[in-house]
């Protein structure tokens, strides 16, 4: 099945409501990040990247794609390492801390004068570390959908689709197992995001682009992150879906407690995944915070 990965924005449009003014200029970058291992991007537009944008775990960087079109304006969607178009990592560790060593690498490369880092998940987690560990690279902080409080309770609906099959007979199996765990979703959008995040083998079947998370033990592995918090001094927003249970009123009052700075918005409609849901009204957001 012929597969063209730029050849979906005009539909992406037409269903956010947005005009088509033509095919946006983006193009797929490599960067290596040491140890034999390449992280991938897309990068939007001629100029200086404005923003970067990380997805969360089990998606890739097209994920952005109609918060890109809506903003207009140059920016960087980066697929995780294990996701996407990156190398997978062979002791599959792709928690936060690992995953920002990795993204600073690239965004000093491919976005050294970006104004925002937007992480999303299990990219918003690795955005916390990232403005922690490299604050030069990060001025203005959107997480979205997710705080150091989630936990496996609050992550199970998530858990349970992401953790199911890897390969599938056909793409109407792999379809069809997705529209049951995202049913607010329009089938079209969904299959959309499928072509970009599973390929067909060369047996036939459907195989899921990333790789598994090494499993914590008996916790998710995001030790450390509500004391990165704390070093997180820059202009922070979290936005959070209405329709989520991944982030709790505990976990904002957390949030605020330790970033009173912080900005905290809800985006009605939403479920976790915000920028699939409700991509229009998550790039207001992000042009009015940037």
Do not use: C
């Amino acid at each position: 099945m012929d597969y063209d990965e730029f050849g979906f924005f005009e539909e992406n449009v037409r269903e956010a409501g947005l005009p088509w003014t033509g095919p946006p200029t983006v193009r797929r970058e490599f960067v290596e990040v040491g140890a034999g291992q390449r992280v991938s991007a897309l990068v939007w537009g001629g100029g200086s990247p404005r923003t970067v944008l990380l997805h969360g775990g089990a998606q890739n960087a097209h994920t952005w794609d109609t918060v890109a079109l809506a903003l207009d304006h140059p920016l960087v969607a980066i697929d995780l390492p294990g996701h996407g178009h990156s190398d997978w990592r062979e002791d599959r560790d792709y928690w936060p801390a690992r995953n920002a060593e990795a993204i600073a690498t690239v965004i000093e490369r491919l976005a050294p004068e970006a104004e925002s880092v937007v992480g999303m998940s299990l990219g918003g987690l690795t955005a916390i570390r990232l403005a922690a560990r490299y604050p030069a690279l990060v001025h203005k902080l959107v997480v979205v959908d997710v705080t150091p409080g989630v936990n496996l309770e609050k992550a199970a609906p998530i858990a349970a689709f992401v953790d199911g099959p890897q390969t599938f007979a056909s793409l109407d199996e792999l379809l069809e197992r997705t529209i049951h765990f995202n049913p607010s979703r329009s089938v079209s959008s969904l299959r959309r995001g499928i072509m970009h995040n599973a390929g067909r083998r060369e047996d036939g079947t459907w195989q899921w682009r990333y790789d598994r998370l090494r499993p914590p033990g008996d916790r998710l592995a995001f030790e450390g992150l509500w004391d990165d918090l704390t070093t997180v001094k820059v202009p922070t927003m979290l936005v959070r879906g209405s329709l989520s249970g991944v982030v709790s009123p505990d976990d904002i009052a957390q949030f605020s407690r330790l970033v009173p700075h912080a900005r905290i918005e809800t985006v009605d409609g939403a479920g976790h995944s915000v920028q699939g849901d409700r991509p229009v009204e998550l790039a207001r957001l992000l042009d009015a915070f940037v």
